[in-house]
């Protein structure tokens, strides 16, 4: 049977979004024989027990139906508290989206007109440019590299009178690297100064392993926040996340949620209520001394930057080609994710130590090896 469809039935927006490098890494892994996966930005630890309890209990008694397009009352109420905790004085609103991706999709559809500009920083989350395209926009790419700063002074001379947003992600993924204080207030003053929104996707701040987190929100109350369950707490297939923000906006956003997710799951978000009152500081800590394992073993054959915080390491190929590289890796039967996936270079690769201690000691192993082995 012929399963071709006319050319005419495909959207011309789909031209320029390519089925997703880590997505195939990652199908790549159920071929492999025992391989040692290092690539999915994926907790290896388990779903909480009382919020997995909270869930079938909420299954149990019936919380299958919509809720309230905005998210349940409890679970609202309680993030919101939170919020303000952390951001005193400023009156911002809060809605639950379906997972921090759905954030993004309604934060960009919601404020990129056709021939927008967004500023993006590269290397980036793999999503942002093509969300960006999607609604009609235009991603303006900030070279960050070889040290992966924030620098304000570039992003003021890449502003343009169609500059609309600009995307920051610290911690960062793929880099790891967490921006400090002044960098993180920069950003937000120039963003303030210019009547640019400033969307932070803080998805990873519960895993910052040295300074204290910052988030621009604290220097500029329209900065649009977007975080989440899925890293924190292992909920990464649960698609439970949040925004904040101006009133406004987070208004405009939650009309079209209406139209588009119509609500996030259910019963997941009763289990949020749960989730808040877990301790995940012992699983932070974990993460940070895997962090440490890594760069203690690999730090002299790789240049591996600064990360501070997330899962990754951002790590330079041997011979500049990443490509190449993760071939050769693939063939050692291990699994890390070539740059050019969230860069326009193609000279580093990601490994995610978000993998069990046994996992890790494999991979130390390969990479050391591969170090030193034959390069194109």
């Known amino acids: 049977m012929d399963d071709s469809v006319p050319e005419h039935w495909i959207a011309e927006r789909m031209g ?3 089925s997703s490098g880590i997505r195939k890494v990652f199908e790549l892994a159920r071929t492999i024989k025992d391989p040692i996966n290092l690539s999915i930005g ?10 997995k ?8 008694a019936g919380h299958n139906g919509y809720t309230p397009t905005q ?5 609202r109420a309680k993030l919101l508290e939170r919020v ?3 951001l005193p004085g400023q009156e911002r609103d809060l809605f639950l989206t379906s997972g921090t991706s759905g954030g993004l999709v309604l934060a960009l559809q919601c404020t990129v007109d056709p021939g927008d500009e967004v500023i993006v920083f590269d290397p980036y989350f793999v999503m942002y440019p ?3 395209r999607l609604a009609g926009g235009v991603p303006v790419f900030i070279d960050t590299y070889p040290d992966f700063r924030l620098d304000a002074d570039a992003v003021r001379e890449a502003i343009t ?3 609309k947003a600009i995307l920051v992600n610290s911690p960062a993924n793929p880099t790891g690297r967490v921006a400090p204080r002044a960098e993180i207030e920069a950003l937000a003053d120039l963003a303030a100064e210019r009547g640019i929104l400033l969307i932070s996707d803080e998805i990873y701040r519960d895993f910052v392993h040295g300074e204290p987190f910052v988030s621009p929100a604290e220097f500029n109350p329209h900065v649009l926040v977007i975080d989440g369950f899925s890293k924190s707490h292992a909920m990464t297939g649960w698609r439970l996340g949040f925004a904040h923000g101006p009133r406004a906006l987070i208004e405009q956003m939650i009309t079209l949620q209406q139209f588009t997710f119509v609500c996030a799951p259910s019963m997941v978000q009763h289990a949020g209520l749960a989730a808040l009152d877990v301790d995940m500081a012992p699983h932070v800590a974990e993460y940070r001394l895997k962090r440490d394992l890594m760069r203690r073993e690999l730090a002299d054959l790789y240049d591996l930057g600064e990360p501070g915080g997330a899962f990754y390491l951002f790590a330079e190929a041997p011979g500049g080609d990443a490509t190449a590289f993760v071939q050769r890796a693939i063939a050692a039967g291990l699994l890390v994710i070539p740059g050019g996936v969230f860069s326009r270079r193609d000279t580093h690769f990601r490994i995610s130590y978000a993998a069990s201690e046994a996992t890790l000691r494999r991979g130390v192993e390969a990479l050391k090896g591969l170090a030193s082995g034959p390069r194109p």
């Open 130 to 132: 093509h969300l960006v």
């Open 53 to 60: 309890a909270a869930a079938h209990a909420a299954i149990d």
């Open 84 to 86: 303000r905790a952390q």
């Open 16 to 18: 320029g979004i390519e």
């Open 42 to 51: 994926q907790p290896d630890f388990d779903v909480p027990a009382a919020v």
């Open 161 to 163: 009178p169609r500059t």
């Open 71 to 75: 998210g349940i009352a409890p679970l």
